[in-house]
């Protein structure tokens, strides 16, 4: 009985969205607003949003309009630079791995957000607190270059995403006819045991960050 009662209590609450726009939480068996869900989730609560007509999912879509009207009151937490390098990604080669990438580090993040929260505070004599974000920064720039060097072997030293080859889409650029006949087979299996090796290295990686 009491597995039963916590199993309960784990499971997400449903919220469900009318056409109205009305949200309803059938917990509490009252209607709430963006701002009451925006709550929920800085208490830590769990919830799912459900259309009432459809019974189709929408949390995604719910949580990304509180996060526009967050954005709308002055509370800027994503910098246009973010928001244009986000953007560009959709459609592109590394579009799979992106919403991994920063989940992670959103999840390491949190996980030293009362350490930072201390620097924020002069805790250690006043001294800049942004050197620990930098080295935070460094390392999943790291991680990050080591997966677009995953996904697009061609990726070259210091580029951007996307600039290798002619076609913007990390594909290399179509060669002349210099290669000597016989030796395409050797550089593909080269290139794919390279590949291979990129992938469990960053494999490994995540798994050490998670």
């Known amino acids: 009985m009491a597995e039963t009662t916590e199993n309960a209590q784990q499971k997400p609450i449903t919220?469900?969205?009318?056409?109205?726009?009305?949200?309803?939480?059938?917990?509490?068996?009252?209607?709430?607003?963006?701002?009451?869900?925006?709550e929920?989730?800085?208490?830590?609560?769990?919830?799912?949003?459900?259309?009432?007509?459809?019974?189709?999912?929408?949390?995604?879509?719910?949580?990304?309009?509180i996060i526009v009207e967050q954005e709308n009151k002055g509370q800027n937490l994503l910098?246009?630079?973010?928001?244009?390098?986000?953007?560009?990604?959709?459609?592109?080669s590394l579009e799979a791995v992106v919403p991994k990438y920063l989940e992670h580090s959103m999840h390491s993040f949190a996980r030293n957000q009362e350490q930072m929260r201390d620097y924020l505070q002069g805790t250690f004599g006043g001294l800049t607190p942004f050197s620990a974000f930098d080295d935070l920064g460094k390392q999943n720039v790291a991680l990050f270059e080591s997966a677009m060097k995953m996904f697009t072997p061609f990726y070259p030293e210091g580029g951007n995403p996307g600039e290798a080859g002619s076609n913007g889409k990390g594909?290399?650029?179509?060669?002349?006819?210099?290669?000597?006949?016989?030796?395409?087979?050797?550089?593909?299996?080269s290139e794919l045991a390279s590949l291979r090796a990129q992938l469990e290295a960053m494999q490994k990686r995540l798994d050490d960050l998670s």
């Open 171 to 189: 594909t290399p650029a179509a060669s002349g006819s210099d290669t000597p006949a016989g030796t395409g087979n050797q550089n593909d299996n």
């Open 79 to 92: 910098p246009v630079s973010f928001l244009r390098h986000l953007i560009s990604f959709y459609g592109d």
């Open 15 to 38: 919220i469900k969205k009318y056409a109205n726009r009305r949200l309803y939480n059938t917990a509490t068996s009252s209607y709430v607003t963006l701002d009451h869900l925006a």
């Open 40 to 65: 929920m989730v800085k208490e830590g609560v769990e919830f799912a949003v459900f259309d009432a007509k459809t019974g189709e999912e929408i949390t995604r879509s719910v949580l990304t309009h």
